[in-house]
């Protein structure tokens, strides 16, 4: 259990002051460019002369004029292609010939073939689409601005966050909007099951790609040099979504590193001077998937992505979904992030055809790079007045008067601002109007009755809906619009759980905590690896300036407003501990001593409705798979379960003395270990 205690960390406070973090940490609040809505002009101008009008996409400076079918020929009679084949030959016996062939069948699965044909479509539709079920698509013009300086300059990465499959086409719709590039797009091969829909997709930039690779040398390697192919030449930018897949909670994934590593690889062998990384930011009002969502986290299996899905889904257009935000942040240089932190001369002692595996320090690397654009994405993303209202509803359950919802949320507001925040909220507009009319946008989830706004927890019909618990379904679409507020409050949350877990106001004590909590949670949140003393320092700062806590040489210690503050922080992470709880005491009495995720989920969702019928737990967050697989994830991570690859399956088990300290810690039953060198 050694690995539960908090890293070696430094960190000093030289003045006595109670602000003594204050002088060495000091966040600058960040001044957002104007949103400029795009559906304007498209409600004046018709779908049919935008789709068709003259498009002329400024390009890099470097590009060399090809086709679709020139990027496929290029990767196939490439030398790294050559000597894959070559290597596999000779390790399976396989004629070259016959690898030749299935790498050209493995090319012409994934590859893109864009028109300009397609794009028009798809402007066409999109534009009557998002006019029907969008009030609003807005973006920040100066980022446009600064990626048409940079799409010139050097091949660019799109990096957008996911939350919905309008993100990508949403994205596309915007850049032909503004005469940029439309980007080549990494999709999952489920799209391929869509008849029409999937050859629709290539044709406007699309490239299909397996979730996983499964050790297959020839698709990586034939995967890889495809990517790099179109990011050598120019031929347009390359988005890819680095979470991998939705995000069903809300809250930002843990970043994948595939694609990330592959893009970067011609910067390190020297084929590029340069390569921008492009967070984008994508914020919605109202997420369409959102019922989806729930079920999907509640155990319904996935959908299989289909034509006839997609038009029995057509039902949406009938339902408003209020604003979109979309953000573009600023050009990332490649080479400056490299500078004085990654040496390229490793990549020089073999040619450039020949794959490597990438070295610790490169991963170390790639995993920070990732980090970094992740905290950029979050950053950007816009809070809608409903974010604020439903996190102090949740706190408030079921229902809560409205006058007193108005004044919490105005509380909120106020609070977000501090924490620097990025809030749409219209001013112009009477708060009482702003948070009305944010209840009825969300009316499938709240109502207002009689001066009572009311959590829509039962259905008028039947507790029970397609076999799951109304309430649940319901309960979990509110969190996931919480968890947009935490992504932002992650840092002054935990101080605030951390002060309340520690015993007296030590700020050593604090800080040991505050390690031992980021520790536990980092497969739920975004930390930057090796930045937990700047993470608490941001915390105790935000915490600082909104007057909640006072800050001495030794101690920290609570205001006399703060402790509305901090009850309310605790209130919005503290769901979060009480599930990793709920885990540990279920893994405790896990009956068979090896078993695999699939057998944990069910059981554990099981036990966790066991708990909840029987009243002993009011968490109902802990329902979410998302949570269970990542509780899972932290529980390997942290040695208290093991595990091990039987017959191509992980098997689990529990290592019990170190889960229930585990449990304990969580449960302040067991003093949490403090840093041996920490000087605060």
Known sequence: MDSLRPANSHFSASSTSPGAV????????????????????????????????????????????????????????????HYV????????????DVLREEASEILEEMSHKL????????????????????SKVCVNEEGIQKLQRAIQEYPVILLPSHRSYIDFLMLSFLLYSYDLPVPVIAAGMDFLGMKIVGELLRMSGAFFMRRTFGGDKLYWAVFSE????????????????????????????TPKFGLLNIVMEPFFKREVFDTYLVPISISYDKILEETLYAYELLGVPKPKESTTG???????????????????????SLRSLAAARMSRSPYNLVPRYIPQKPSEEMHAFVTEVACKMQLLQIENLVLSPWVLAVAVLLQNRPSMDFDALVEKTLWLKALTQAFGGFLQWPDNEPAEEVVQSSILLHSNLASLVKDQVILKVNSRDSEVVNGLIFQHITLLMCSAYRNQLLNIFVRPSLVAVALQ???????????????????????????????????????????CKSDTIHMTTKDILVTEKGNTVLEFLVGLFKPFVECYQIICKYLLHEEEDHFTEKHYLAAVRKFTNQLLDQGTSQCYDVLSSDVQKNALAACVRLGVVEREKVNNDNMYSVNEPALRKLEEMLGCKTPIGKPVTAKL
């Open 85 to 96: 084949i070559k290597q596999l030959s000779k390790e399976s016996s396989q004629p070259v």
């Open 501 to 543: 877990m520690t015993p007296g106001f030590r700020k050593e004590d604090v800080y040991s905590c505050f390690c031992f909590l980021c520790s536990v949670f980092s497969d739920e949140f975004i930390f930057l690896p090796g930045n937990t003393v700047r993470d608490f320092e941001e915390g105790c700062y935000l915490l």
């Open 115 to 134: 028109r300009v044909g397609a794009i028009r479509f798809f402007a066409f539709a999109l534009s009557k689409i998002f006019k029907q079920i969008f």
């Open 310 to 332: 997609l038009l029995k889904a057509r039902r949406v257009l009938s339902e408003n979904f209020g604003s979109v935000h979309v953000y573009f942040g600023d050009p990332v």
């Open 226 to 253: 495809y990517v790099k192919t179109m990011l050598r030449s120019g031929y347009a930018p390359v988005e890819f979504f680095l979470e991998g897949t939705r995000s069903r909670s809300a809250k930002t994934l």
């Open 22 to 81: 204050v002088l060495l940490y000091a966040k600058e609040l960040k001044k957002w460019d104007e949103f400029e809505d795009t559906l304007e002009e498209r409600k004046h101008v018709s779908d049919l002369k935008f789709a068709m009008k003259c498009y002329t996409p400024l390009v890099y400076k470097g590009i060399i004029p090809c086709k679709p079918s020139d990027i496929k020929c290029s990767v196939l009679s490439s030398e790294e292609i």
